[in-house]
């Protein structure tokens, strides 16, 4: 057998390592370049979807608003307070329009549905996020507390749904914000709760009632989440927040409080196709509290 020289050899061998290196680097490159692609994918999975967000100005409804649009959405939020309507525009930055309302007003919400028919003639995701609270125990429950809680969060978020319906389109998604609360009889928070859990049971019935639609209903109910809510509705300053998250984290198995996008993540989840086949539930958002 004839051996070739070594010159030869090393200038073949050269060429062939040379060849495998630029397949190599090109297979990398289109791999590369598929990751991209399929993180692009995922990042915007709410891409071209039209969502409405009542309560959107701050807190968890903010916090959803900028994921929603971060994921491809554009996005109607309201709220009761103009400047922090314009706050959240600015910082959501994009794809965002702000109509000022009062969900339990059912007139500001002909006018918000009105602005979304004339802007986009549809909606593909709703989370009816909006609601107020206030501690009063047993026995200090007045009229007014008890009006001033069902009606935003019972009354608001019942037409907040019925009124968007001639504008769903078949196969959407509702969220509603429902709470942790309605399960841990909570001191002083009775006329809460009990409101939270006809959210609860709102996410069945509106299930059954919209089922030929195909429209999901799904409940999402955060646990100890320190928002904007616990100073505007709840009175707290910063000092009782911490202390109030400080003491909870013991009972909290995850041994800490939640974040505020921690629940938008959630929302965005049961507003995605990724929950295709998930409807009527009320999915925790509590780090464990109440499972354990």
Known sequence: MAVLPNAFSNL???CISNSNQKKS??????????????????MRKLEGKIAVITGGNSGIGLATAQRFVAEGAYVFITGRRQSELNAAVKQIGKSV???QGDVSNLADLDRLYATVKQQKGHINILFANAGTGEFAPLGAITEEHFDKIFNANVKGLLFTVQKALPLLKDGSSIILNASAVSITGSSAFSVYGASKA??????????????????????VSPGVVPS??????????????KQYADSVADDIPLGRTGTLDEVAKVVSFLASDESSYVTAIELFVDGGMTQI
């Open 228 to 241: 904007p809510g616990y100073r505007n509705s709840l009175g707290m300053t910063e000092e009782q927040i």
């Open 12 to 14: 073949d061998f050269c």
């Open 25 to 42: 680097t090109k297979r990398g490159l289109v791999v590369a370049r598929e990751r991209r692609v399929k993180q692009g994918n995922l």
């Open 97 to 99: 329009t702000a109509v």
């Open 198 to 219: 006809a959210v609860r049971s709102f996410a069945r019935t509106f299930t059954t009632d919209l089922k030929d639609r195909k429209i999901r209903v799904n409940a």
